[in-house]
């Protein structure tokens, strides 16, 4: 299970936001500090980082890193004659350039600009520019039970966030050399950032819940995560919440012989623990919900070799 490095690689990952991923990164990475074990926990849900909310850091952050994973443009006004063309010969595609009427020179939407690059190659006078920009800071902070806690975080409007998240998990790994275990938080769905996460792992966590678009969104990572050959187990989280939904993700599982680590029910002091800013461990810990994760947590460390 373990790489060459001796460092074991855990993703949490879901089809769909808002089924729980957070809730139990937060809670396993709270489980391997309390139990003595040596790790970094990553948020690599980029577009929406929020691990860190679910503990109180302490201080101010001790190292943060911009990150430029896409180009824009920019423009030049000493060198624009005023003559239109770019405008009127319609050099963007996108929309990114607009004509300012009072000051006669345009104006670059730097939001809708893609970085294609026609406008400084269209331009006679050489007046736009493509290149870097920044698309986000990737932190590095300590929580209060002492481990370090990476996450990435991207501007509003830059893309290329799979980069970003490919950059995150580097940084933790050069900040976080010693670490024994990586727990990483990551997107929802199945594009470049979730492709990003998976890759280098050595066993990936898969959170559903029992209604139609979280299964069905759920079995499609599960399809990526296959495409891996990456071992993995199910979370079902809220089982209780429809019976049906429940007994149709029971009979998936058992069909494809996939692995169950366990079932979080429904448990009012999980919204409670995030409003207080508490992982459920430390804010309830004999809760329905904390109970469940307790079990989860042991048949996750028999699946990574731990027990």
């Known amino acids: 299970m373990r790489k060459q490095d001796g460092k074991i690689r855990i993703g949490v990952v879901s089809g769909k936001g808002g089924v729980g991923k957070s809730t139990v990164t937060a809670a396993i990475a709270h489980m ?154 990551g997107p929802p769905g199945i594009g470049c950032p979730v492709l990003a996460t998976l890759t280098g792992l050595q066993f990936a966590i898969v959170v559903m819940e029992p209604f139609p678009a979280a299964f069905h969104d759920a079995s499609r990572v599960i399809n990526v995560i296959e495409g891996y050959n990456l071992p993995f187990g199910i979370v079902i989280n809220r089982c209780d919440a429809w019976e049906k939904g429940f007994k149709d993700i029971q009979t998936f599982i058992k069909e494809r012989g996939y692995t169950l680590l366990g079932n979080i029910p429904i448990d009012m002091n999980v919204p409670r623990s995030v409003a207080s800013m508490q992982t459920i461990m430390k804010y309830s810990p004999g809760s329905p919900a904390a109970v469940a994760l307790e079990k989860i947590f042991g048949n996750l460390k028999v699946q990574v070799g731990l027990s």
């Open 32 to 185: 391997m500090a309390r139990d003595g074990l040596d790790l970094v926990a990553v948020d690599c849900d980029v577009d929406a980082p929020n691990l860190s909310l679910l503990f109180n850091m302490e201080g101010e952050t001790m190292n943060k890193k911009p990150v430029q994973t896409t180009e824009k443009a920019s423009f030049n006004e000493e060198k624009c004659i005023g003559c239109m063309e770019c405008v009127e010969g319609q050099f963007c595609i996108f929309n990114a350039i607009r004509w300012n009427v009072d000051d006669s020179i345009p104006i670059l939407d730097t939001l809708a600009c893609e970085g294609c690059g026609s406008c400084a190659v269209l331009c006679k006078q050489g007046a736009f520019d493509i290149g870097p920009i920044d698309s986000g800071t990737i932190y590095h902070d300590t929580t209060e039970m002492g481990f370090p806690l990476v996450f990435g975080e991207t501007i509003i409007g830059a893309s290329t966030s799979g980069k970003t998240v490919a950059e995150t998990k580097t940084f933790a790994e050069e900040n976080a050399p010693q670490a024994d275990f990586m727990i990483i938080d």
